[in-house]
């Protein structure tokens, strides 16, 4: 994944409204205005959000008739979840070296 758009994705993924609607498109695919319906803002506001999610990938607008709907892409949440995978390994194996070295000091006060 090109750093850019790990940036954005992070980035689009760092405000909880944007989050909510990736939730609500995780259902399906909704138009502006259903989107829109459980946030106290307004449909300019949330069509901001959306651009943002937008760019980073996430999501893709089509047009069906009169219709503009909205869909997730998960595509990017797949790359970034892959990149954050090395640092979860890291972190398993600092706590397994952790574990270990308590271990020895428990063992020796029991001595």
């Known amino acids: 994944m090109p750093p850019d758009l790990?940036?954005?994705t992070f980035a689009a993924l760092a405000?909880?409204?944007r989050r909510a609607i990736l939730a609500r498109l995780a259902a399906g695919e909704a138009t502006v205005t259903e989107l829109?319906?459980?946030f106290a803002m307004s449909q300019p506001a949330v069509s901001?959000?959306?651009k943002v999610l937008e760019r980073a990938g996430l999501v893709t607008r089509g047009r069906d008739a009169q219709r503009?709907?909205?869909r997730l892409d998960a595509r990017p949440l797949r790359e970034a979840v892959a990149w954050l995978a090395d640092y979860r390994d890291y972190w398993a194996e600092s706590y397994?070296?952790?574990?270990e070295v308590l271990a020895e000091l428990?063992?020796?006060e029991q001595r």
């Open 48 to 50: 901001k959000h959306l």
């Open 15 to 17: 405000d909880p409204t």
């Open 96 to 99: 397994a070296r952790l574990d």
């Open 68 to 70: 503009r709907p909205c």
């Open 106 to 108: 428990t063992a020796g």
């Open 36 to 38: 829109a319906e459980p």
């Open 6 to 8: 790990l940036d954005a």
